[in-house]
């Protein structure tokens, strides 16, 4: 079984703030990570993805994401926040077996940007 | 290279009518998932469905719901009797053929349906 926990289902940060959000994946096999950002009535949009090559992944937007193993983690971070980045944020852990791609997504964050 | 399509965007129904949602996979895509979108919820699976075989529907509700994707054509999410409750977001995705977890999966702009 797989599972992801965002924390922190609002975070507020101001205007050039470091961004910090946070995604813990289990995952009983080597797992697949994804980033998501959704704008208000639109669909998800693919921020990055981690797929065992690089521990560190860089995305659009200025957006990256550490993968740590030893902690279970996929903290999704940006040194300065900008306006534009007001929107939903989801972490999803991907595996595949049996000839079956499985997506489990957490929750979601909204980032909130304060001016 | 076309995203993924759905329509409608927007629906609305009343209590007892049905629903019917599509969706057009990315071209190449043989893989569609569909997933619901409920006010200050996360997105929950539905349906995971490969070219005429519905190969995980362990989210559909047991009644009322079905879901489809025929050799030709969009894959379509159905509702049935819908009731308010059925008020959402329903995404679609679709993602390569050929197993592997690095293949990333790519979102329709969903279609919200409202039941009056």
């Known amino acids: 079984a797989q599972s992801v926990t965002q924390l922190g289902s609002h975070v507020s940060v101001s205007e050039g703030a470091l961004v910090l959000l946070r995604c813990n994946y289990s995952s009983s096999v080597p797992p697949y990570l994804f980033w998501y950002v959704q704008y208000p009535n639109q669909g998800l949009q693919l921020l990055l993805k981690y797929t065992s090559a690089a521990t560190l992944v860089k995305g659009i937007n200025g957006f990256e994401a550490e993968f740590k193993k030893s902690e279970t983690s996929f903290h999704l971070t940006k040194p300065s926040a900008h306006m534009s980045d007001a929107a939903e944020y989801f972490c999803a852990v991907v595996s595949g077996s049996g000839g079956y791609q499985k997506v489990t997504f957490g929750i979601g964050t909204k980032l909130q940007v304060i001016p | 290279n076309a995203g993924v399509m759905q329509n409608p965007r927007h629906l609305v129904r009343r209590r007892g009518q049905e629903a019917r949602l599509r969706c057009s996979p990315m071209k190449g895509h043989s893989h569609v998932y569909w997933y619901r979108q409920l006010p200050e919820e996360g997105l929950k699976f539905m349906v995971y469905l490969q070219k005429e075989n519905i190969i995980d529907e362990s989210g559909m509700p047991k009644e009322r719901f079905s879901a489809e994707f025929p050799k030709e054509g969009p894959s379509i999410l159905r509702i049935q009797q819908v009731v308010r409750g059925d008020s959402a977001a329903y995404f679609c995705?679709?993602?390569?053929?050929?197993?592997?977890?690095?293949?990333?999966?790519?979102f329709g702009e969903g279609s919200w349906l409202t039941v009056v």
């Open positions: 995705a679709s993602s390569p053929p050929g197993v592997s977890s690095g293949n990333t999966i790519y």
